[in-house]
């Protein structure tokens, strides 16, 4: 039981580090303005619409999307935002943008792919995310791209009634 436990642990440990290395480096818990940290890896895992496992240097990194909210799972939209996200980039190299450090321990940023095109943005556009103005305030591009989303009916903005995920968790709890 001790071995398993040993083993558990030292994968966990060597994620802690990296998240205290990435906090040391003065990673702002908001605006990405400020010249961030970038990370490179590949996505191995797609949890749902706005967070992913990414591989960097041999160690999984939990990635929170900044700056959207994607439906959660058992919410109307939820598995289709985190479908989308898997059928683009699973197994893609990408560019982490780190923005900062959620309260989960998860890593909160920006990513990109090698071409340039942005999954937050990619997000909006599809119609599978809400541009998130309590973390984002500034992105005006984001808000136009969640507009012209709703403008067309896609994804999201094709039902009557799409209820944000910060107000459907609160109707959880």
């Known amino acids: 039981m001790r071995a398993m436990r040993d083993r558990l642990r030292a994968p966990l440990c060597r994620v802690s580090l990296l998240v205290v290395v990435v906090m040391l480096l003065g990673c702002p818990p908001a605006a990405p303005e400020k010249e961030a940290t970038s990370l490179r890896g590949r996505v191995t895992s797609v949890v749902d ?3 992913l496992q990414v591989e960097v240097d041999g160690l999984a990194v939990e990635v ?3 700056g959207v909210d994607c439906p959660e799972g058992g919410q109307p939209g939820g598995e289709e935002a985190r479908s989308f996200v898997e059928a ?6 990408v560019e982490i943008e780190v923005v900062g450090i959620d309260r989960y321990g998860r890593t909160v940023a920006i990513v990109r792919g090698d071409s340039g095109e942005e999954l937050n943005s990619e997000l909006l556009a599809a119609g599978w995310a809400w541009w998130y103005r309590r973390y984002a305030p500034r992105r005006d591009d984001y808000q136009a791209i969640e507009a012209e989303a709703r403008q067309a009916g896609r994804g999201l903005w094709s039902q009557a009634g799409a209820l944000p995920p910060w107000e459907w968790r609160d109707q959880q709890r």
């Not at 683009?88 to 190299?93: A, F």
């Open 49 to 51: 619409g706005d967070s």
């Open 64 to 66: 929170r999307l900044w």
């Open 88 to 93: 683009s980039w699973l197994d893609r190299w």
